[in-house]
């Protein structure tokens, strides 16, 4: 069983950051690639940020300058350090991974930029 176990929304102001975690098993933090999706009311679920076994790392152009994605493999876990957030960047993020042609996510973790 897959397990993805997320932590770190919460409710910031404008500007402001926070870290969302993403801890895992470490046959799948080892072998698998790692990604932060969101999904917006009213929008499709987007990709955020992804980062292979190897440490490579991709980002939406939206976040790009603002997000880091990161593992740490003592604690199999993968975070998403978020800075100088927006009202846009509003949405439950979710963690994910595919193993073969199978997506599996987290219960998701709500992120709410408001003043």
């Known amino acids: 069983q897959v397990q993805l176990v997320e932590s770190g929304g919460g409710l910031v102001q404008p500007g402001g950051s926070l870290r969302l975690s993403c801890a895992t098993s470490?046959?799948?933090?080892?072998?698998?690639?790692m990604a932060w999706y969101r999904q917006a009311p009213g929008k499709q679920r987007e990709l955020v940020a992804a980062?292979?076994?190897?440490?490579?790392?991709n980002y939406a152009d939206s976040v790009k300058g603002r997000f880091t994605i990161s593992r740490d493999k003592s604690k199999n876990t993968v975070y998403l350090q978020m800075n100088s957030l927006k009202p846009e960047d509003t949405a439950v993020y979710y963690c994910?991974?595919?193993?073969?042609?199978?997506?599996?996510w987290g219960q998701g973790t709500q992120v709410t930029v408001s003043s």
């Open positions: 994910n991974t595919k193993i073969a042609t199978m997506d599996f």
């Open positions: 470490a046959i799948i933090f080892n072998t698998e690639r």
């Open positions: 980062i292979t076994s190897a440490a490579v790392t």
